[in-house]
């Protein structure tokens, strides 16, 4: 297994945070910034209907707890920017 790491600056519009992958196996986000962020699959994504993600956390997907790891994210801020890590496995 391979790992392939990034960041990635949201704004407030929703920005593609990964793109379809057919290889990868697991993919963690990581919200160190200093502001909450919203994500989601939809590229309609706004503050009031992405997922929350608060400051300090992470979020894990695999396809072994049967999440659709291959399917795009978006994210995006309420206001100003914020940079978010990526780290997938393939």
Known sequence: MGTRTYQVTLATTATLIWWYS??????????DSGSTIYHSPDGGLTSGNGSIMPTAT????????GDDVNM??????????????????V
């Open 58 to 65: 992470s979020r894990t997907w695999g396809q072994e707890e």
């Open 72 to 89: 795009p994210r978006y994210g995006l801020v309420a206001s100003g920017t914020a940079v978010v890590s990526v780290e997938e496995h």
């Open 22 to 31: 057919a290889d990868r196996e697991t993919i963690v986000l990581r919200n």
